[in-house]
């Protein structure tokens, strides 16, 4: 990524559907996004991200597969 120093500090957000993503800690976040309890390094929000959010589906999806899930195990 040009343009971006590799000391740049992030933070973690988090959308309304549950969905993560790293935001340059400087820049106001976007509308609508709460932000998680980790800001730092690229790779260090990366890894918060890969190691705690297992269902990269919108929340509403989600839902409707664990339904589909459920209806098929009874």
């Given at each position: 990524?040009s343009?971006?120093?590799?000391?740049?500090i992030?933070?973690?957000?988090?959308?309304?559907?549950?969905?993560?993503?790293?935001?340059?800690?400087?820049?106001?976040?976007?509308?609508a996004?709460?932000?998680?309890?980790?800001?730092?390094?690229?790779?260090?929000?990366?890894?918060?991200?890969r190691?705690?959010?297992?269902?990269?589906?919108?929340?509403?999806v989600s839902?409707?597969?664990?339904g589909?899930t459920?209806?098929?195990r009874?």
């Open positions: 990524m343009g971006i120093p590799s000391e740049a992030y933070q973690v957000v988090v959308n309304g559907d549950g969905q993560y993503s790293i935001w340059p800690f400087e820049k106001a976040k976007p509308e996004r709460g932000c998680a309890a980790v800001q730092g390094p690229r790779d260090a929000c990366v890894e918060f991200i190691k705690t959010c297992f269902d990269m589906h919108p929340r509403p839902s409707l597969i664990e589909a459920s209806k098929v009874s």
